[in-house]
């Protein structure tokens, strides 16, 4: 059974930082691009980061320069280090494993972790 497990948000003041981080657990024998996703309030998800398994990243223009994303293929995860954080960054931020390959299915599949609140005060 595959799990995404997010941690790493919180409540921070305008200007901080936070790292959020995911680990996918499982019978993994693939993974493609990992990402980063967020939600704001009446607002649509959207990409903030993503990274390919051999280490390209890709941002929304929004967050580069500040956030930086990283990626551990051995241990299936990746982190999103968030710096001078700004109120219109409060949002749920998800994890996102795409065309996923388990021991256990013959298929891809894209899985998404549980979200995490960050909130950034002004």
């Known amino acids: 059974q595959v799990q995404l497990v997010v941690s790493g948000g919180g409540l ?7 790292t959020l981080s995911c680990t996918v657990s499982g019978s993994i024998v693939s993974i493609d691009t990992m990402g980063w996703y ?3 309030p009446q607002r ?15 941002y929304l223009d929004s967050v580069k ?4 994303i990283s990626r551990d293929n051995a241990k299936n995860t990746i982190h999103l280090q968030m710096n001078v954080l700004k109120p ?3 949002a749920i ?13 013959p298929y891809e599949l894209d899985y998404w972790g549980q979200g995490t609140q960050v909130t950034v005060s002004s």
């Open 12 to 18: 921070v003041q305008a200007g901080g930082s936070l």
């Open 88 to 90: 219109v960054d409060t």
């Open 44 to 58: 649509s998800r959207e990409l903030v980061a993503s990274i390919t398994p051999d280490g390209k990243p890709r």
């Open 93 to 105: 931020y998800y994890c996102k494993a795409e065309n996923l390959l388990t021991a256990q299915e």
């Open 38 to 40: 967020r939600q704001a």
């Open 65 to 68: 320069d500040r956030f930086t």
